[in-house]
């Protein structure tokens, strides 16, 4: 028997795996055994992804109101102030404004993967990313392919819309944060940072 043989037993269930059989006939082989070639087709299950339930900082109600509150609480803590490494003293500070955050802003309990609460969601952009949406389950299910050509097409469309909206409300966070000086930099450096460690649990 040659060296790297592999014997694959199946039920009867998994006959639907083979794809071409053949046997071979040998005269090396005894009269009892033949030499059968198979082509299976063995499908590899994804492995799903494992999102856990994680309090998010809901940085999107983030008004110049809020900010001056949470700014006030900021410097009563010393948020702003120490001495030492720039870790140390850039932790201290991510520490007291989550912490401020947390209190002022509200805290949402729900499973991570979604956009809804980050610091650049509102209503605006989530009405474009559920026309995206709403294109694309309309593409997946339509069989004509005549119609299927004109719903990519209404779907790409859709997808630089839903794509433009994001980056402006993006941008105009920033630029809001940015008016307040460099407080505003430092919330705007932190919901960013935030919302990167949220992301990292679903991978």
């Known amino acids: 028997m040659a060296k790297g043989t592999i014997f694959i037993a199946i039920v009867n269930g998994d006959r639907g795996l083979c794809k071409d059989c053949k046997v071979i006939p040998s005269e090396n082989l005894t009269t009892q055994h033949k030499l059968l070639v198979m082509d299976l087709a063995i499908k590899r299950d994804r492995r799903k992804k494992i999102v856990s ?6 940085w999107g109600g983030l008004t110049p109101d809020l900010s001056r509150e949470m700014g006030e ?9 120490g001495s030492g490494e720039a870790d140390t003293m850039w932790n201290k500070a991510a520490s007291c404004i989550r912490e401020v955050a947390s209190k002022v802003l509200g805290v ?17 952009v989530q009405g474009k ?24 097409k209404v779907y790409k469309t ?33 919901a960013k940072a ?4 949220l992301a990292d649990w679903t991978k």
């Open 53 to 58: 339930d994680r309090p998010r900082i809901k």
């Open 129 to 152: 990313v559920e026309a995206k949406k709403a294109a694309y389950t309309k593409l997946v299910e339509c069989v004509d392919e005549e119609v299927k050509r004109t719903l990519k």
């Open 194 to 197: 935030e919302r990167g460690r």
């Open 158 to 190: 859709t997808k630089t819309v839903a794509k433009l909206a994001i980056h402006e409300a993006k941008m105009r966070f920033r630029r809001s944060m940015s008016s307040r000086g460099q407080r505003g930099e430092e919330l705007y450096r932190l």
């Open 73 to 81: 609480k900021l410097s009563e803590m010393g948020a702003w102030s």
């Open 108 to 124: 949402s309990r729900g499973k991570v993967g979604g956009h809804k609460g980050d610091w650049w969601w509102n209503e605006e």
